[in-house]
C-alpha cells in the first residue's frame, strides 16, 4: 500500500470550503493519513498553489510531524513549534504556520503534499520551503498529495 492522505474538510479535486481560506476564518483544514511506509520516522507537509501568477505560491510548511495520531486537526495554532514537536516553516506570506487559499483572481489549485521521512530533520522552524526540501533529499520513504481548489467571489 501507498501512503494516503485526505481530508474531512474537503475531497479531493474539490472545492475548499471558505472555512480555510481568507474569505473566512483562515483555519489549516483536517488532514488524515495511512499507509505510512516501513521505516518512515516522521512526515512533512507541504502545501502550495501551482497557479498563483508569477511563481508556486507557498502556503504551509510543517515537518517532523509523528506519525501518531494518524492526522492534524483543523485549526493548527501558528506557532513555530507544535506541542507534538512538529515545527512550522515560513510561507510565502512571509508567515508562520498556514495561511489560506486567497487567489487574487480564478480558480486556483492548492496542493497538499505530505512526505513520509526515514529520520527527524534537523532544520530550525521557520525554514522556507526550499531549505525544506533540500533538507528531505534522500530521505522520502512515500509521498502522497490531496488537491483542493478555490475561487474568490
Not at 61 to 79: A, D, H, K, Q, S
Not at 88 to 97: A, I, L, M, V
Request: proline share 10%.
Amino acid at each position: 500500500m501507498a501512503l494516503r492522505l485526505e481530508s474531512p474538510s474537503f475531497r479531493n479535486g474539490e472545492l475548499i470550503p471558505p472555512r480555510f481560506t481568507c474569505d473566512g476564518e483562515n483555519v489549516s483544514p483536517a488532514l488524515r493519513w495511512a499507509e505510512a511506509p516501513a521505516g518512515t520516522q516522521c512526515l512533512a507537509l507541504v502545501c502550495d498553489d501551482p497557479d498563483a501568477p508569477g511563481k508556486t505560491f507557498t502556503h504551509w510548511v510543517l515537518f517532523n510531524i509523528p506519525l501518531n495520531p494518524p492526522e492534524l486537526r483543523e485549526g493548527i495554532p501558528t506557532e513555530k513549534t507544535l506541542p507534538n514537536g512538529a515545527r512550522q516553516g515560513t510561507t510565502d506570506f512571509g508567515k508562520t504556520g498556514y495561511g489560506g487559499p486567497c487567489p487574487p483572481g480564478g480558480l486556483h489549485r492548492y496542493f497538499f503534499k505530505l512526505y513520509a521521512l526515514d529520520k527527524p530533520l534537523d532544520l530550525a522552524a521557520g525554514a522556507d520551503k526550499n531549505q525544506l526540501e533540500k533538507a528531505m533529499a534522500g530521505h522520502i520513504l512515500g509521498e502522497a498529495q490531496l488537491m483542493g481548489k478555490y475561487q474568490r467571489h
